[in-house]
């Protein structure tokens, strides 16, 4: 069993950053593919980006690519995602989520394992 914990997120005025961390919990985490998605009101969940086990392989959905960064500190069993030049389209609720095997998934059924979520507030 995996747990993870997002922090980070908040109110932020547009063109500024926020770096969002989630922490997980578990021994394995240095084997996981871990994945951020997001959710505006009214909107389905959307993927974000996604890092690989080594944090070697990264991938961005095209809203985001060039503007958002993952990271990953196996040592300290946390995942990053550094936003910048944030828009107020970018305003959701952010999430974080495992996926127990060391290739990324863009999907949503392709995780195991998923945080509570924190919001990312972006005013115009």
């Known amino acids: 069993q995996v747990q993870l914990v997002e922090s980070g997120g908040g109110l932020v005025q547009a063109g500024g950053s926020l770096r969002l961390s989630c922490a997980a919990s578990g021994r394995t985490f240095g084997t996981y593919c871990m994945g951020w998605f997001r959710q505006a009101p009214g909107k389905e969940r959307e993927f974000v980006g996604a890092?690989?086990?080594?944090?070697?392989?990264?991938y961005y959905a095209d809203s985001v690519k060039g503007r958002f960064t993952i990271s990953k500190d196996n040592a300290k069993n946390t995942v990053y995602l550094q936003t910048g030049s944030l828009k107020f389209e970018d305003t959701a609720v952010y999430y974080c989520?495992?996926?127990?095997?060391?290739?990324?998934?863009?999907?949503?059924?392709?995780?195991?394992?998923w945080g509570q979520g924190t919001q990312v507030t972006v005013s115009s």
């Open positions: 890092i690989n086990w080594s944090g070697g392989v990264k």
């Open positions: 989520a495992a996926r127990a095997r060391v290739d990324i998934s863009t999907l949503e059924r392709g995780y195991d394992y």
